[in-house]
């Protein structure tokens, strides 16, 4: 059902608020500081020493374990990978004693995840799945794991799967650097508390969803379209230049923003959106002047701000801002209004947003 909503993917972008809620329900307790997850709790010892850990995924799913890189190695200070099964699979990896294979999928049938997974079993690895399916294939073959609960997601560009899979990882991390001792308490205290403060501030964002609706209907021509993001910020460039090209059919790439001067900044000229993700953090006064660039050489900016932002907000063409928010639960925030304008973008384009051509929900062959 679409409960009046005129397409599915813009149901399930504005349940966000529901399914990030349900996945922290019955989890964090920030008044507590406590979080349940037994998929943790029985194997924290594994957790908790590992040397390593490798996460293994597909397409949206990859760019959340992107972000857990970020998130993981700064808050547990252990080491990540971050593979495409899909490459990971056909290689000969190494894997050492003690190395956890986390492995995040929606469906939690993706081929290239499921073969990957066997082959790690086979090198003896510990498999830990982040999956939305219940009983799907890549639960039953995971150890042991963590559901996202975001419920079932019928539009095939993966929206409200991302956002859960976000924050049953920013649980996971919290809790195994907890037990390593790697979070002090008032930093854990923070977290927990923005992260409970997560549904509250994306339901804000929706409220002013019109306003991306405008700026969609006048890049709706673009041919092509560059996103820039730097530290937790850079996978969801990544990922808003997935959403654009599967739902509106624009050529669109994601980089980090410092990259741009190694090649891509060729391509700006005066027809060429450039979108920012640019909340407030430490890379902040960075991004300022990767915007200057990119207005020195006429290109059209697009950003995503933290409200209150004068500085960027007077440089950009068009500016959307989300509410504050720590720098590690930015992501949850900053991914919204990205989804939303390849919604709008889509729609004013004409195209098929729930089913885009050539693809399917579920990627379950080679
Ligand atoms: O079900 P999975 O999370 O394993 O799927 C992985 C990708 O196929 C999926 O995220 C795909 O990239 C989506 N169409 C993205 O919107």
């Given at each position: 059902?679409?409960?009046?909503?005129?397409?599915?993917?813009?149901?399930?972008?504005?349940?966000?608020?529901?399914?990030?809620?349900?996945c922290?329900?019955g989890r964090l307790?920030?008044?507590?500081?406590?979080i349940t997850m037994k998929g943790i709790e029985d194997n924290i010892e594994a957790l908790v020493?590992a040397?390593?850990y490798?996460?293994?995924?597909?397409?949206?799913?990859?760019?959340?374990?992107?972000?857990?890189?970020?998130?993981?190695?700064?808050?547990?200070?252990?080491?990540?990978?971050?593979?495409?099964?899909?490459?990971?699979?056909?290689?000969?990896?190494?894997?050492?004693?003690?190395?956890v294979i986390i492995a995040i999928s929606?469906?939690g049938?993706?081929?290239?995840?499921?073969?990957?997974?066997?082959?790690?079993?086979?090198?003896?690895?510990f498999i830990f799945g982040i999956v939305n399916?219940v009983g799907?294939?890549i639960a039953r073959a995971s150890h042991a794991g963590a559901y996202t609960h975001?419920?079932?997601?019928?539009?095939?560009?993966?929206?409200?799967?991302?956002?859960a899979q976000?924050t049953v990882l920013l649980m996971i991390a919290l809790k195994i650097?907890?037990s390593?001792?790697?979070?002090?308490?008032?930093?854990?205290?923070?977290?927990?508390?923005?992260?409970?403060?997560?549904?509250?501030?994306?339901?804000?964002?929706?409220?002013?969803?019109?306003?991306?609706?405008?700026?969609?209907?006048?890049?709706?021509?673009?041919?092509?379209?560059?996103?820039?993001?730097?530290?937790?910020?850079?996978?969801?460039?990544?990922?808003?230049?997935?959403?654009?090209?599967?739902?509106?059919?624009?050529?669109?790439?994601?980089?980090?923003?410092?990259?741009?001067?190694?090649?891509?900044?060729?391509?700006?000229?005066?027809?060429?959106?450039?979108?920012?993700?640019?909340?407030?953090?430490?890379?902040?006064?960075?991004?300022?002047?990767?915007?200057?660039?990119?207005?020195?050489?006429?290109?059209?900016?697009?950003?995503?701000?933290?409200?209150?932002?004068?500085?960027?907000?007077?440089?950009?063409?068009?500016?959307?801002?989300?509410?504050?928010?720590?720098?590690?639960?930015?992501?949850?925030?900053?991914?919204?209004?990205?989804?939303?304008?390849?919604?709008?973008?889509?729609?004013?384009?004409?195209?098929?947003?729930?089913?885009?051509?050539?693809?399917?929900?579920?990627?379950?062959?080679?």
């Open positions: 059902e679409k409960s009046g909503y005129e397409h599915f993917m813009l149901k399930e972008i504005n349940e966000q608020p529901a399914t990030i809620y349900d922290l329900r307790d920030a008044v507590k500081g406590t020493a040397p390593r490798i996460i293994i995924a597909c397409g949206t799913s990859w760019h959340a374990g992107l972000v857990a890189e970020y998130i993981i190695e700064e808050l547990c200070r252990t080491p990540v990978e971050v593979e495409y099964a899909s490459e990971f699979r056909y290689r000969n990896p190494i894997i050492h004693k003690g190395d929606q469906s049938e993706t081929a290239d995840t499921l073969v990957a997974i066997e082959k790690a079993k086979e090198k003896g690895a399916v799907s294939s975001a419920g079932m997601e019928i539009g095939v560009a993966s929206t409200k799967a991302f956002t976000l650097a907890k390593k001792g790697t979070i002090d308490e008032k930093r854990f205290s923070h977290l927990m508390t923005e992260l409970e403060e997560v549904p509250e501030k994306v339901e804000s964002i929706l409220k002013n969803s019109q306003e991306l609706n405008t700026i969609a209907v006048k890049y709706k021509n673009a041919v092509n379209a560059l996103y820039l993001g730097r530290g937790y910020n850079f996978p969801i460039a990544l990922e808003g230049a997935l959403k654009l090209k599967e739902i509106s059919y624009i050529h669109a790439e994601g980089y980090p923003a410092a990259e741009m001067k190694h090649g891509p900044i060729a391509l700006v000229d005066k027809d060429l959106p450039v979108v920012f993700v640019a909340t407030k953090d430490e890379y902040h006064a960075k991004i300022v002047s990767n915007i200057q660039e990119i207005k020195a050489r006429k290109g059209k900016v697009i950003a995503i701000i933290t409200e209150g932002d004068e500085a960027i907000a007077g440089m950009a063409d068009d500016v959307f801002a989300v509410p504050p928010a720590d720098e590690i639960v930015a992501p949850l925030l900053s991914v919204i209004p990205l989804q939303l304008l390849s919604y709008y973008i889509g729609v004013a384009k004409g195209c098929d947003v729930d089913k885009p051509r050539n693809l399917a929900k579920s990627v379950t062959v080679e």
